[in-house]
């Protein structure tokens, strides 16, 4: 057991209902935490209101209680943590970090073909609001809200992930500054996961793999709050069978489609074995398979989805 209490936690976006690459996050985050002796807490993370509203809240919750996973202390929910990110920010702010940008979406993707793409929709930031005058920004702030961006070294950050292995990102090359609150008033992802996970004490972070090139934005910010780095597993995502990355627009994948088939020991069970815990996609509790979980058995690549858990 570690001389450092271990934390976990399971952070869900409640833009859909439960589905199998949720349930696979919190199964391993849970028994990775309770392997070692530690906590497992749960967090939702709907900051982006519109595309979260209460009801998907609730429905998750609903999710998580039929699944029976006993996380650990008082349930967080980002939208009701706005003073504690604005104190974050402040700190931030009087770092003089922060920055107004008054880019629109439409300019920032015209400048796709000119920058290094990070995906479909986002590209290297190249500060083109970083040094405006005061009179600049006095202007342009009379015809729109700006976002505000967070100024980035030109520096190497590497993770040392325990599924993926290393992966480094130059934040000034490979990112830029990035946004930690919308223009539209809503708080950056980047921003409120950092804080949350430093002010509940979260020394893992166990979460998907196509969250992995946040990581070293999120190991920035901890370092200018003066919070202690946790160490990350990102899992492999589960495929369908023609090697797709399954979303939540796949309806049988839903806990609330799930469940009227199978029991959450079965559940587990499949995914248990698909990810390299089990030999077989037998029913299984997540207390047993804490008693002999370690890093070593989890799948790099990305999975099927299991075929035990199909519907037809």
């Known amino acids: 057991m570690s001389a450092v209490p271990v934390v976990g936690r ?4 409640p833009s ?17 935490a309770k392997a070692q002796g530690g906590k497992c807490l749960l967090r939702i993370e709907d900051i982006d ?4 509203p209460s009801r998907l809240t609730q429905a ?5 209680e039929w699944l029976g996973i006993p996380f650990d202390g008082p349930l967080l929910i980002q939208s009701e943590r706005g003073a504690v990110y604005e104190e974050a920010l402040g ?48 202007a342009l702030s009379r015809t729109r809200k700006p976002a505000l ?9 590497t993770v040392a992930d325990r599924v993926q292995g290393n992966f480094a990102e130059n934040l000034a090359r490979d990112c830029g500054d990035f946004i930690v609150r919308r223009s539209d008033g809503l708080w950056g992802y980047q921003l409120a996961a950092v804080v ?16 992995l090139s946040s990581t070293p934005r999120q190991m920035y910010l901890l370092e200018k709050l003066g919070a202690p780095i946790p160490t990350y ?18 309806g049988d994948l839903c806990l609330d489609s799930l469940a009227k088939r199978f029991t959450p020991e079965a559940i587990f069970g499949a995914l248990a074995c698909a990810y390299g815990l089990r030999e077989t996609p037998a029913p299984v509790s997540l207390e047993k398979l804490a008693e002999d979980f370690t890093w070593d058995k989890v799948k790099r690549e990305d999975v099927r989805r299991p075929e035990s858990l199909t519907i037809s």
Not at 10 to 13: D, H, L
Not at 16 to 32: F, Y
Not at 60 to 64: K, Q
Not at 102 to 127: E, H, I, K, W
């Open 196 to 211: 949350d996970d430093a002010l509940t004490g979260v020394t893992e972070v166990v979460r998907g793999r196509d969250i």
């Open 91 to 138: 700190r931030l702010r009087a770092q003089g970090l922060i920055y107004p940008c008054f880019c629109t979406r439409a300019q920032l993707m015209a400048s796709a073909a000119l920058a290094p793409n990070l995906g479909d929709t986002q590209v290297v930031y190249r500060g083109t609001c970083a040094r405006l005058t005061g009179a600049e920004i006095e």
């Open 10 to 13: 399971f952070a869900p976006t």
């Open 60 to 64: 998750m919750l609903r999710d998580i």
């Open 16 to 32: 859909g209902r439960l589905h199998l690459g949720n349930i696979a996050c919190a199964m391993l985050a849970w028994v990775s």
């Open 49 to 52: 209101l519109p595309r979260c």
């Open 149 to 157: 961006r967070v100024r980035v070294e030109e520096r190497e950050v």
């Open 233 to 250: 597993a990102h899992i492999p995502l589960l495929m369908d069978s023609q090697g797709r990355r399954l979303a939540k627009r796949d």
